[in-house]
């Protein structure tokens, strides 16, 4: 197929490589100076969508997605699909499907998770929002960059799918590091409170997969000095949008409400900026009651 691929970051970068790799043509915009081997480079995201049959956008928030949109759209072939990727509020995804649809465009919002790591691997798991038609023209793309694609449902789906995911993600951690404080407190081993939680009723993705506690449990970034992994600024990104969505949407969140006012704490004022949102621990291990 002819791709075009905007925004070629972290995320984007690794993702356009291997479909490269499968045999695509893809031309590639980014603000920045970028060279990916394989990839034509263009020189505005209008180009590069320009006779794709399938535009990818990987970008870092809905307003930036907006924006590259109503550049792209216009230069769009009829019956071309859309593709974006990035993680942005629902309103901003559905917004964009809209304006696709009236050029005559296919769209499908497509959120990933599985990070740096599944996007280099081509193991990212696919969130999809769009019609059957739009999903099954990008099915194939999705084979390439990742190992799992779910079509949610209409345009919006698949961002919904992705926050309220993440917004489970964030309270379970933070729910993991306390309860590990905690047992530092009480005078229980790590190690006994893994064994416990990992095959009891407490179990998570947070305990059994990404352990907070270093040198407990499967290796994780506790491991490795916390270093991301998934950073906290994500994850309060992840979170603020479940909050916007929850607030448009009129839905009682109150555990999101406090993970996101914990982790905009984290982030902002104790030193949790580029540390993975594991580093909960730590933190919660320095701090007392009041
Ligand atoms: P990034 O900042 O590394 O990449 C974004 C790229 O977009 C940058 O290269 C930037 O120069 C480019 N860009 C910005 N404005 C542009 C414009 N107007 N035109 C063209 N290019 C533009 O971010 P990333 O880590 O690659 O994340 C991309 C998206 O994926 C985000 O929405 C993020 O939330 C989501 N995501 C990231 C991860 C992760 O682990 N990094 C995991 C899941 C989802």
Known sequence: ?????????????????????????????????????????ASSAAEAATQAQVVITMLPNGQILRHVANEIIPAMTRGAAFLDCST?????ARAVAAQADEAGLLAVD?????????????TLTFMAGGSKAAFAMAAPLFDVMGQKAVHCGASGAGQAAKICNNMILGVTMIATCEAFA???????DRDRM???????????????AYCPAPGVGPKSPADNG????????????????????????GADTPMGQLAEALYTQFVENEDGLGKDFSAMLPRFEQRGRD
Do not use: C
């Open 1 to 41: 197929m002819k791709i075009g691929f905007i925004g070629l970051g972290n995320m984007g970068a690794p993702m356009a490589a291997n479909l490269v790799k499968a045999g695509h043509e893809v031309t590639g915009f980014d603000m920045a100076e970028v060279s990916i081997e394989g990839v034509t480079m």
């Open 88 to 92: 942005v509020d629902v309103d901003s």
């Open 110 to 122: 497509a959120p990933v998770s599985g990070g740096i790591g599944g996007a280099s691997a081509g």
């Open 182 to 188: 905690l047992a530092d407190k009480l005078g229980l």
């Open 194 to 208: 893994f064994d416990v939680v990992s095959t009891s009723s407490g179990y998570s993705w947070s305990m059994n």
């Open 226 to 249: 916390y270093q991301p992994g998934f950073a906290a600024e994500l994850m309060l990104k992840d979170l603020r949008l479940s909050q916007q969505a929850a607030g448009s949407a």
